[in-house]
């Protein structure tokens, strides 16, 4: 036994030997079989220079050329952002903790993928405004490269059949100081650049993405998108309900971790939802009760001052944060059968809360009960002065002819 154990790792030093000497050979092959294969390094494509256009037509060309200067007054995003097709493969969801450094500028980017392998990478283009210190001297531009990379690289590849909520951590070299930059735009005219898993690169077009909750007003100015977003959540198959100002969103949580430690909201903490009122994106202060994980929760949003007119399509892939750092996600159920469906709340001139007094009176019934009182006792007053009859007036004059009669 013990001569056929060392006959048998003599064999496999042996065979170690020969496979070592093949691969320095180039002559090793791998079996068909054994499911091992080789994958490209999934990288960013080298930097190609800018095609410049006449000063007064949109940027063309690619999102990974070279950063070049261009005009102040140079066309930017002149392509209209979609907001209607929650069906788009790639969706821009929320800009997050923009950040200045001397050459540098990086910022958090949520997109949400559907239907679709995540990606790598995601490269854009960005147009940097500069101002100057000095009055005599104008505003530069900057048509900036800009590189998003994954931030969970164990999602990449997978499939979203249901739709995933991705964040990217982006970068763009600046040429100037990036203290002095005053605007930032993500430029709509250039398609963006995807690099895949396997390092395959490709196209998309912004006409095939979706701008979703207020992402297309924060694209207009990254800059402002300072607060940082540290965890992200879904509401999945929300139903919607509302009850006078009232509007309810029931359903339940994924990807809660730090989510429901912070959004226990017992202290009144509320979350801001960006939610669509008649066709336009507005904030509402919302709180979270029945808070599980895997569980039926309601998110309860308060719109007494200021009514909403929305459908189930549209609070579809709505979102909101709160002040530390969580970010909320509603996903509707069967949100193509029923996105027609109206939602409506009323306004609400008033609030109160319920109280008892000492002696098991509610406040309204003791103000019924004073002003009852207050009443009674002004019709009473009423009541005696107009009873009240005058006393008969003094005639002197009879007194005066008295006193001079003759006795």
Same mark, same amino acid.
């Given at each position: ?33 054994? !499911? ?39 066309? /930017? ?17 929320? #800009? ?16 949400? #993928? ?56 982006? =970068? ?11 605007? /930032? ?25 979706? #701008? ?100 189930? !399509? ?32 009323? =306004? ?15 406040? !309204?019934?003791?103000?019924?009960? /004073? ?28 007194? /005066? ?7």
């Amino acid at each position: 036994m013990k001569l056929t154990k060392a006959i048998q790792k003599m064999k496999i030093i042996s065979e170690a030997k020969e496979k070592k000497l093949r691969k320095l050979d180039g002559t090793d092959e791998t079996d068909s079989g054994s !499911g091992e294969t080789d994958t490209a390094e999934a990288t960013t494509p080298a930097a190609e220079d800018y095609e410049s256009t006449a000063s007064t037509a949109a940027e063309s060309g690619s999102a990974t050329a070279k950063n070049a200067e261009v005009e102040v007054s140079k066309p /930017v995003a002149t392509k209209t952002k979609t907001t209607n097709n929650k069906k788009a493969e790639i969706q821009v969801q929320k #800009f997050h903790t923009f950040k200045r450094q001397t050459n540098r500028i990086t910022f958090g980017l949520y997109f949400y #993928f559907l239907r679709r392998p995540i990606v790598k990478y995601i490269i854009m283009r960005l147009r940097l405004i500069y101002s100057s210190r000095l009055r005599n001297l104008a505003e530069t531009a900057e048509s900036a490269r800009t590189d998003c990379v994954i931030g969970d690289t164990s999602l990449l590849g997978t499939s979203t059949t249901e739709g995933a909520n991705i964040n990217y951590e982006c =970068s763009a070299n600046t040429t100037k100081n990036g203290n002095s930059i005053t605007n /930032v735009t993500l430029n709509t005219d250039i398609p963006l650049t995807l690099v895949n898993s396997d390092g395959k690169t490709e196209t998309l077009d912004f006409g095939d993405v979706n #701008f979703n909750a207020n992402s297309t007003e924060e694209a207009s100015n990254i800059q402002d998108n300072e607060a940082t977003i540290t965890s992200s959540s879904t509401l999945k198959n929300a139903v919607a309900y509302t009850e006078k100002y009232i509007l309810r969103l029931v359903g339940t949580f994924s990807r809660t971790r730090r989510l429901l430690r912070n959004l226990a909201l017992t202290n009144g903490q509320t979350i801001t939802m960006n939610l669509d009122n008649d066709g336009t994106s507005e904030a509402y202060d919302c709180t979270i009760n029945g808070v599980t994980d895997g569980s039926s929760s309601e998110l309860v949003c308060d719109t007494s001052d200021n009514p909403i007119k929305t459908t189930v !399509g549209d609070l579809h892939l709505s979102s909101g944060s709160d002040t530390d750092g969580d970010q909320l996600l509603i996903e509707m159920n069967n949100p193509d059968s029923n996105s027609t469906e109206t939602l409506e709340t009323t =306004s609400s001139s008033y609030k109160y809360t319920y109280s008892k007094s000492s002696s098991g009176l509610s406040g !309204g019934a003791i103000a019924g009960i /004073v002003i009852a009182c207050v009443v009674a006792l002004a019709a009473a007053s009423i009541a005696a002065i107009m009873l009240r009859k005058p006393a008969p007036p003094v005639e002197n004059t009879t007194m /005066v002819d008295l006193k001079n009669d003759n006795i």
